[in-house]
Nanobody
Framework: VQLVESGGGLVQAGGSLRLSCAASGLTFIYYTMAWFRQAAGREREFVAQISVSGTTVDYADSTKGRFTISRDNGKNTVYLQMNSLKPEDTAVYYC???????????WGQGTQVTVSS
């Protein structure tokens, strides 16, 4: 199983980025997908989650209204559209695949997002 994130980078406050996570080696439609982030010196925290069908989404309070999670089951890819970025959004962003019914989970290697003020 491999999860490969991309799309991170350096952006000014108020800007936007779109992260992608391409999955391989698993049956994508059996997995709930989520994004987490970890800032330097802090614990990894939940950002957003999307159900297998894409009809149910959930967000951390800090990202609600600014971030949008989506998935393309035909491309085995999950996305995170990040708008109105703030310096406090600076972190390494990770995607996670969680098999439904409490099965295995997998993590990507992360992509750095840096928001300058």
């Amino acid at each position: 199983v491999q999860l490969v994130e991309s799309g991170g980078g350096l952006v000014q406050a108020g800007g936007s980025l779109r992260l992608s996570c391409a999955a391989s080696g698993l049956t994508f439609i059996y997995y709930t997908m989520a994004w987490f982030r970890q800032a330097a010196g802090r614990e990894r925290e939940f950002v957003a989650q999307i159900s297998v069908s894409g009809t149910t989404v959930d967000y951390a309070d800090s990202t609600k209204g600014r971030f949008t999670i989506s998935r393309d089951n035909g491309k085995n890819t999950v996305y995170l559209q990040m708008n109105s970025l703030k310096p406090e959004d600076t972190a390494v962003y990770y995607c996670r695949a969680q098999r439904i019914s409490g099965g295995s989970s997998y993590w990507g290697q992360g992509t750095q997002v840096t928001v300058s003020s």
